[in-house]
């Protein structure tokens, strides 16, 4: 099975990294190589800029693909199954005009002409509000438009808003949201080893944020520790022979630990101890 990752840029190094915590490490994967093998065999990676990965899971050039979601959707290849958002990348793509323009609503730009990188997207948008616009596909420099009478209006990627903030436009509409994505193209979606690794990458998402909580508690305080402890589904308890204690292990979020761990103390419980999660199948 081929993965298509993105090859360069702020998308790479996370989904590296992401891939290695989920067990798929990469081997050999030196810069401009186009493949490198994982330490599963039956696994390869293809690095592609994530605009054309779409396009290479659509064509068979590989079966599963890691990318924006705005890029699929600029794509429009249709044969792609949304499998799971990783949760990073975040960003949006949004309408944005003149901060002192006449542009105040998607209304007023009927019969106007808007500038973007991602024509397909825009246009899906404005047919989806009813609004007749002209389309003009830029390749970058997009929040400069405006001010060079190219376009009355842009729709443009997205962080924290400073790059349009720096060029005096202002947010009429969001447009799409985006984070990045493994995607699958359908026919592959029920294959063992896509499925193997849907549910690798879903583990490791799934630890985020949480911790291992293991400790002692007296017998008779143990109904006031699980009171206090936020677990999945309720902690585990296990007897320790020979004592008349037992052992209490949980799952909890990583932000109520320390509050928990106080809240335990007070309770009775002993020898706490916290770890990290690397992955976690449920």
Known sequence: MRIAVPNKGRLHEPTVDLLDRAGLHV?????????????DPDVTILYARAADIPEYVSDGAADVGITGLDQVREAETGDLVDQLDLEFGACKLVLAAPEDGAIESVADLAGGTVATEFPNVTRNYFAEQGIDVEIAEVSGATELTPHVDIADAIVDITSTGTTLRMNRLAVIDDVLESSVRLFA????????KVQQVTTALRSVKSAEGKRYLMMNVPEEKLEAVEDVIPGLGGPTVMDI??????????????????ETITDLKAEGATGILVTEIERMVQ
């Open 27 to 39: 081997v050999d994967g030196a810069d401009r190589k186009l493949y490198a093998d994982t330490v």
């Open 185 to 192: 193209r359908e026919d592959v979606v029920d294959d063992e």
């Open 241 to 258: 022979a020979g004592e008349e204690m037992v052992a209490v292990h949980a799952v909890v979020d990583e932000r109520r630990v320390f």
